[in-house]
């Protein structure tokens, strides 16, 4: 078990990587996809047949485009994080009411600014949702690539321990995975709590 506290630490680092990645790519596109009716049209075919895509199948093609490299194991991640955080964003979007809208025109603000000043702030809330959300999921998929690649971290030891038969360490990886995944997930919800207290209302 020696080995446990390198690989967790590496398991960890990925999986910030990862869900950071997926952050601030799904909020952006939210943010367009939800104020951009046009853009919404175009690119929402190509988006449900890639949410409908599950994430441990795009690992091999991964593998194959971009090797056995970080980059790999954080756009894993990524794609399978990606999703709740876009989805909020999008349903943030679309909450604010359209009399806010029209008095953005009324004071002439430009989409940009629209954006930075009215919508952002107020889709926060949903991208926080988004990535709580997001988390669970991103760790089970970093578990699944370091066991599929035999990248270093939990999920190759785990592999490891089972082709040693050695069932206690097996489980003991499992333990210390679902413990730090809750303690994670109990962590980032807290945070959440504090920020949205102090957070203005909903435009």
Known sequence: MARSFPALTATLTILAAGLAAASFVGFILGLLIGTLPAFRQWISLLLEYLRAVPSPVVIPIAVLTLGYTGIMKVTMIGFAAFWPVMLNTISG???????????????????????????????????????????????????????????????????AAQRNFDAAEVFGLLTVMGLFGYCLTMAFALAERRILRRWPTSA
């Open 93 to 159: 979007v679309s909450q604010i009411r359209g009399l806010t809208f029209d008095v953005a025109r009324a004071f002439r603000l430009s989409w940009f600014e629209t954006l930075l000043k009215i919508v952002m702030p107020t889709t926060i809330p949903s991208l926080l949702l988004g990535m709580r959300i997001a988390l669970p999921q991103a760790l089970v998929v970093t578990l699944v690539v370091e066991m599929s690649t035999g990248e270093f971290g939990i999920g190759s030891l785990m592999v």
